[in-house]
């Protein structure tokens, strides 16, 4: 994958097999249909990937008539958000497996924007060819990383297949498509395949059932609706590099009864060894998250809601 500046857009190349094929961000002109196959009249939700994909998926069952602007890089996304290009955008935050995606720390860190929303994606992975194919002819296999770290257990039951790392979930189904080879695979989501008219050779074939993604739907902070149930609220801070100062800040948080529920450190960019601190609390009102912000500010060189808003729950969020 090339990279420039993130106010570029730059194509994306990609590697499929000994063919080279590249692909540019959406075109706002273009948006693709939801995964209804109903075009969308809501607003317009920018996400990283291809129609069909994970976050395509999540987006619509954050709201349901939305207009899918996809992109190829989560900068890119984001800067579309910040020049109201698009209404938001739908991102994954952390997985229950592979853990957080880091970028969209910073990302949500360096945009003037607040998280409105949040929710639970079951990650189901299937095994998707062209129609007409059949298991036996398949000698590879692409997907993102992330996905084919987590059917590990079906391609080692399956050493004629040999992995191949791809953008995007759903991308490496549109490509398959696209180029009509019987002999290739992908991983990726039913919604993939039904949208590419692409068949499933084998269905939930991740290592895990437990594998839940979190999404975050993202707004400009001037535009983002406060939800006055809100009972959690995500945050930024950085400390001074002293002995004492983090334990103050953390201690501060448990004083007034918060519940931590996930911490995370991400290196500040040109300062080694300094880091920013995101954090998840579990709140008992909206005014809590207030006076969650309040107590910290002393103890902290910089502090900065991410955003208030309804915890997503696994029982009900399993779509």
Not at 70 to 85: E, K, M, R, T, V
Not at 279 to 285: H, Y
Request: net charge negative; with cysteine.
């Amino acid at each position: 994958m090339t990279s420039g500046s993130p106010h570029e857009k730059t194509p994306v190349e990609l590697w499929y097999g000994a063919r080279k094929h590249s692909t540019q961000d959406a075109s706002l002109e273009t948006i693709p249909q939801t995964l209804t196959g109903v075009p969308g009249k809501g607003m317009k939700i920018a996400i990283q990937g291809e129609p069909g994909s994970f976050s395509h998926e999540a987006a619509m069952q954050l709201v349901a008539d939305a207009v899918i602007v996809p992109f190829s890089l989560s900068a890119d996304a984001f800067n579309a958000l910040s020049q109201g290009s698009v209404d938001a955008a739908v991102v994954p935050i952390e997985n229950s497996l592979a853990g957080s995606v880091s970028e969209h720390f910073d990302l949500l860190l360096t945009h003037d924007v607040k998280v409105e929303r949040e929710t639970l994606l079951r990650i189901r992975h299937n095994l998707i060819a062209i129609s007409g194919t059949q298991i036996a002819q398949i000698d590879r296999v692409f997907s993102h990383p992330v996905a084919l770290a987590q059917c590990r257990r079906f391609l080692a039951d399956h050493p004629k297949m040999e992995a191949f790392a791809f953008y995007d979930t759903a991308g490496s189904v549109k490509q398959l498509v696209e180029l009509r080879d019987r002999h290739a695979a992908a991983i990726a989501s039913e919604a993939a395949a039904h949208f590419y008219g692409a068949q499933i050779l084998m269905a939930g074939i991740e290592d895990n059932p437990e594998n839940f993604t979190r999404f975050f739907l993202v707004r400009r902070t001037r535009d983002a609706i406060p939800d006055p149930r809100s009972n959690k609220i995500s945050l930024a801070f950085s400390v001074e590099n002293r002995p004492g100062t983090l334990v103050a800040a953390l201690s501060e948080l448990s004083t007034g009864g918060t519940n931590l529920t996930k911490i995370e450190s991400r290196p500040v960019h040109g300062k080694p060894w300094e880091y920013i601190f995101y954090v998840d609390c579990q709140i008992r009102s909206s005014d809590e998250g207030a006076r969650v912000l309040e107590a910290l500010g002393p103890h902290c060189v910089m502090v900065k809601e991410l955003g208030r808003y309804c915890e997503a729950l696994k029982e009900i969020k399993t779509a």
